[in-house]
Every structure is written in C-alpha cells, then in structure tokens.
C-alpha cells in the first residue's frame, strides 16, 4: 500500500503568504504550519479507514442513516471547557446551550454544526470545539437542532436556522453580539442564512466564521479541488457530494444561492473569516466564495492551512497543531465585535 505524500514528510513553508501573490489577494492567506509525524500517521489511517466509512454512511439506506443518526446523538462530551451544556428550548428553536443565555454583554455564538446535512452535532466532537472557543472568547452558544435529511430536505434545516437567529433577537441578545459560525454544512446554512438576513431585513450579527464550508453543491466537480486531492483528502469522498446533494436538496434546484452560497449575491453581509484545508476536496468552496464576497464588497479573510483534515479544528484533541487556529477565531471575532458595539457595521 503506498503512503501519501503527507506521510512521508512533506515540507511546510514556515510562513503565512498570499494564497496566490501574483492575483494580489491578501485576503486569501496559506499558513505554514508544521505537520508532526504522529499527525501524519493520523491523517494516512483517515483516509484508510474514515473516509471509506463516511461513504459507505451517505450512500446507505434510510435505516443506516437514522441509525447512526441515533449512535452520533449517544456520544458523550468529554471537555466541555467548565461549561453547562444542557439542552434547551429557545423560543420555538430546539438545540443544545453551552454556557448561559440571559441579558448581558458578553459575546453570544450562534454554530451551525456541520454532517453532511444527515448528522446531528456530535457530543465528542462540536461540543468540546465550541466550548474551547466560548471559553477562550468569553462566550455563550447556541447549536441548534436543526432538521436533517434525508426525513426532512432543504429548507427545512435553514428554515431551523433562520427560527434559532430570531429566537436569540426576540429572547434580547442584542445582533452586535452575535457570532455566526458553522462547520462543513453548518457553514452552508450559515451563509444561506446571511441571505435570509438580508432578505428580511433583520440586524446582522458581529461577524461570521466558516470551518472548510461547502458552498457549491450543485457540481459534484467543476471546482478544482475537488478534482485535484480527491485522492489525499483524509476523509471527504468527493464521490458522495452527489449523494448529499440528492438527499438534502430534495429536488430542489441545487443552483440556488441557499443551497449553493457559491452563486450569491454578498452585498451587505458582516465581515466572514473562512478557513480550510488544503488537502480537502472542498478547498476552493472556500477559495471561490472568498473571491466572491470580496468582490461584492465584504471584508473577507480565508486561511488555508496545510495537509489537515476537513474541518480540522473540530478534531484539534486528534492534531494539537491546529490550535492556532482557534487563536485565530478569537482574534477575528473580538475585533469584529468591537466594531460591531462601536455602531459600525460594513
């Protein structure tokens, strides 16, 4: 069996640079960042073993899914950062609250968790990544539980998603203190649910943040990178984007902009900090949105970084080296929310 390249020791460049300096995008940045030969052999065993299993999951019967929709809700949280995690109604909007929710000025997250649009957020995996991040941010979140396919196709998950934001503006968190973010699929409705904002008229929230987003579904290719590591990508099989497709969309035309953020219109949307892989057959989902947004007007920052997984940072007990990455988050989120209270909001 031969070892991917990953594991045979590439060299990182130790530096963050332009993702492409000769398009003059400074918005788009690659960050160097060492790969440890325990990671590596991490990321080898992923693709071996995780990515077989995550196909063979999106293209099982209905049975399998609501199956092992049932195993991942069973899974427990093993750090949750000193915070409560409870289960909770808000408004009309079920999901699970890490922290508090009541009046305050402290900075509030709204995550959209990601599965292909068939899984529910798993315990061991976004509620530890959550809480690191309200911990480390000085915050309160909310995931809601949103409907999934194949039971339930768009837009019965972003319908959820829009009721969850009113139902923080209606229960008094104040927009400004609102951090938007989501995971993989997650960070498809939460772009979709930046045009629902729009669309209403509603307060934007402080910023949004995107784990590795998929913002095209309505190609299984087309995107370069799709292509281009389908081979290395640890765990996305680039085969099951159909299938995921098929399941969520449920018929509806795959190229609208709620379902394919790549294909929006930005105008008017909080500044959005994107971060990817570049070893994820979803990387230019990132790239492309990044330059689109850009060009529509939105501050927009997108990191790529090195030879990790999709949606690296929700596995960051796996590789310690994407901590940084968290870092990162804060930082961007503080300084959006300092704008934000400060009546500024582009």
């Known amino acids: 069996m031969k070892m991917p390249g990953a594991l045979r020791g590439d060299k990182v460049d130790p530096g963050p640079t332009p993702m492409n300096a000769e398009n003059a995008e400074p918005f788009i940045t690659r960050r160097g960042q060492p790969v440890g030969l325990r990671s590596r052999m ?45 289960y909770r109604m808000i408004g009309r909007a079920p999901g699970h609250l890490i922290g508090t929710f009541e009046p305050s000025e402290d900075p509030f997250v709204l995550w959209l968790h990601g599965g292909a649009f068939i899984l529910p957020a798993a315990p061991s995996v976004h509620f530890t990544a959550i809480a690191l991040l309200c911990r480390d941010l000085g915050a309160s979140a909310f995931l809601p539980d949103y409907r999934l396919a194949p039971a ?13 934001y009113r139902a923080l503006l209606a229960g008094g968190i104040s927009p400004h203190r609102i951090v938007l973010g989501g995971d993989s699929a997650g960070g498809n409705l939460a772009l979709g649910l930046l045009q629902r904002i729009r669309k209403a008229g509603l307060p934007n929230p402080a910023c949004a943040v995107m784990l590795s987003p998929v913002t095209d579904l309505s190609r299984v290719g087309g995107l370069p990178s799709r292509t281009g590591v389908m081979k290395s990508d640890p765990i996305l099989p680039a085969e099951a ?23 929006a219109d930005c105008t008017g949307f909080p500044p959005l900090y994107l971060i990817a892989s570049d070893n994820e057959v979803l990387l230019d989902d990132s790239v492309m949105f990044a330059r689109r947004a850009h060009a529509d007007g939105v501050s927009v920052r997108c990191d790529i970084w090195p030879k990790f997984p999709h949606a690296f940072l929700l596995f960051e007990k796996l590789f310690p080296e994407v901590g940084p990455a968290r870092a990162d988050i804060v930082e961007f989120a503080e300084t959006s929310l300092a704008a934000a209270q400060g009546g500024f909001q582009p």
Do not use: H
């Open 42 to 86: 991490i990321l080898w065993a992923m693709r071996w073993v995780l990515r077989p299993m995550l196909l063979r999951l999106i293209e099982g019967s209905r049975k399998k899914i609501a199956r092992t929709q049932l195993r991942t809700l069973a899974q427990r949280c093993s750090d949750s950062a000193g915070l409560n995690i409870a």
């Open 152 to 164: 339930n196709p768009f837009p019965a998950g972003l319908d959820d998603c829009d009721r969850a």
């Open 241 to 263: 984007l159909y299938r995921m497709d098929e399941l969520y969309s449920g018929g509806a035309d795959s190229s609208d902009p709620e379902l394919s953020p790549l294909f």
